[in-house]
């Protein structure tokens, strides 16, 4: 189904529930059988304006709750551009090896929460909003999840003497369970095979 035509069923469903909640299930059912909503949602909040809140910006909402404030300003004219190039998306997919760099979950990994196959999108470390660029060095791989709760966060990724410190703090079996990840995801280098 055309993006256009989604996102309009979402801002009709929003503006018909201006104030209530509504959840990522319902979201989901209005857009099918696009698997896109999130993002036209996320387009409605920063390229369009709209006053749709989340967990993020108000604890009384669960994660997958929403719920459009007010109507939106239509006096404010907005122009967006979308500035990442598809080249600069893959370098950065390619870089953070299509990981979340938020959870470590990777592309096509079970979400724990849904069981969905987790899908990898590009957000800003600094977002657009606070004045961070659209390089390279200003994005990372997220995971939806991520990506939605990220907003506006101005999280740097943990120094590898905080990483360390963290897994040696661990118990055993917790130091076990990422060693084995690390090995699944980077395997082993050239000349260290397992005997």
Same mark, same amino acid.
């Given at each position: 189904m055309a993006t256009s035509s989604v996102k309009s069923r979402l801002r009709t469903y929003f503006? @018909?529930?201006?104030?209530?909640?509504?959840?990522?299930?319902?979201?989901?059912?209005? @857009? @099918?059988? @696009?698997?896109?909503?999130?993002? #036209?949602?996320?387009?409605?909040r920063d390229e369009e304006g709209w006053p749709i809140s989340t967990?993020?910006?108000?604890i009384s909402l669960?994660?997958?709750?929403?719920?459009?404030?007010r109507?939106?300003?239509?006096?404010?004219?907005r122009t967006f551009v979308?500035?990442?190039?598809q080249r600069t998306r893959a370098e950065v997919l390619d870089r953070d090896g299509h990981t979340c760099q938020m959870?470590?979950?990777g592309a096509g990994d079970?979400?724990?929460?849904?069981? #969905?196959?987790?899908?990898?999108?590009?957000?800003?470390?600094?977002?657009?909003?606070r004045g961070g660029g659209d390089d390279a060095s200003n994005l990372r791989a997220l995971c939806s999840a991520c990506n939605q709760g990220a907003k506006n966060l101005t999280l740097e990724k943990p120094s590898r003497i905080?990483?360390?410190?963290?897994? #040696? #703090?661990?118990?055993?079996?917790?130091?076990l369970a990422v060693y084995e990840w690390l090995d699944r995801k980077l395997g082993h280098p050239s000349g260290s095979k397992k005997k």
């Open positions: 503006l @018909a529930n201006v104030g209530l909640v509504v959840t990522a299930r319902e979201l989901q059912e209005i @857009a @099918a059988p @696009a698997s896109e909503w999130a993002r #036209r949602v996320h387009e409605l967990q993020n910006d108000d669960k994660q997958g709750e929403y719920r459009l404030e109507l939106p300003d239509t006096d404010v004219e979308r500035a990442v190039s959870c470590g979950l079970p979400d724990p929460i849904t069981g #969905r196959p987790v899908r990898i999108h590009i957000g800003h470390i600094v977002d657009k909003s905080w990483l360390l410190q963290q897994v #040696r #703090r661990a118990n055993g079996s917790d130091q």
